[in-house]
């Protein structure tokens, strides 16, 4: 990837990110029929420490520079462990309740709260274009949801309650200073995320003893692939500006349609379509306006 922009690559890296996402999502769903969301986020959290700390211990810059772990906005670091627990438990509860397509494709909201989000506390500004593209697929996310039809249920809220925290996980990413590792900024919101959901299963009695073994090997895929989905996912919105990306995180909903169709026997098209649609659109449109961009600046 070196030889491609800085932009290509952090689009790749995203698309990436959203792959292991719903990877995830369809082991969540999968194990949701016997442990609550709560526990699931603890495991998730405690094994998605995997991936940023081999990262570091493989990281040949960490280890000249000292091997540091203290960082500057540590309390900025911490505090998005709050979010990523708001996210997980609406997007696990979401998903257990929900078909899982549905509730993916509502979470993909996201979008819409990364460009708005930019604004105040990134100080970026954000074209006609980017906004006409997220706000296309908002329509498209609105038409999924179809708030005044016999199918809507305080449980379609959950996925737009995950997609406030992950957007603010996602923008935040910026505010960090860029001679910090990624892996070691994951690592101290992993932490922090593991502390609140561990204590969210104890004040709730959200707990339920492991009995199957291969249960633990699926608890330890949620947090590989929760873990390395965020580390990418990081690394992907410290490349570019957010507003830039956030529209790809639309491309998702194909492959978490593509898994429930697969694995959960789900195919609710009419349920998904039209909005389907605009979303993705939406994806499409900043594609084009940013080769447009491109082409201009050559």
Not at 100 to 111: L, V
Not at 253 to 259: D, T, V
């Amino acid at each position: 990837m070196k030889n491609l922009s800085p932009f290509t690559q952090a689009v790749v890296t995203i698309l990436f990110a959203i792959f292991l996402f719903d990877i995830m999502g369809a082991i969540i769903k999968h194990l949701g029929e016997r442990y609550p969301p709560q526990q699931l986020s603890m495991f998730r959290n405690l094994f998605g420490l995997i991936p940023s700390l081999l990262v570091l211990y493989f990281s040949k810059q960490w280890h000249e520079a000292g091997r540091p772990i203290y960082i500057r906005q540590w309390k900025l670091a911490l505090g998005r462990g709050a979010f990523v627990v708001l996210a997980q438990f609406c997007f696990y509860l979401s998903l257990i309740k929900m078909e899982f397509a549905t509730a993916s494709t509502i979470a993909f909201a996201g979008p819409l709260f990364v460009t708005a989000l930019s604004i105040p506390l990134l100080g970026h500004t954000v074209g006609t274009w980017r906004w006409m593209a997220v706000l296309i697929g908002f329509v498209g996310i609105l038409l999924v949801m179809r708030p005044t039809s016999d199918v809507f249920n305080w449980y379609t809220i959950l996925p737009l309650g995950a997609a406030v925290g992950y957007a603010s996980v996602s923008v935040t990413a910026r505010l960090f200073d860029e001679t910090v590792p990624t892996a070691t900024i994951n690592i101290y919101s992993i932490v922090a995320a593991f502390v609140g959901s561990t204590a969210l299963v104890f004040l709730t009695d959200g707990f339920v003893a492991i009995e199957r073994m291969e249960d633990w090997f699926w608890l330890i895929g949620i947090g590989i692939a929760g873990g390395a989905a965020v580390y990418c996912l990081i690394s992907a919105y410290r490349m570019t500006e957010p507003s830039n990306l956030s529209p790809f995180e639309y491309f998702g909903i194909p492959f978490s349609f593509a898994l429930g169709w697969v694995f959960f026997a789900e195919a609710p098209f009419d349920r998904l379509i039209p909005g389907v649609f605009l979303i993705i659109g939406g994806g499409l449109l900043v594609v084009w306006r940013e080769r447009q961009n491109r082409k201009k600046n050559s």
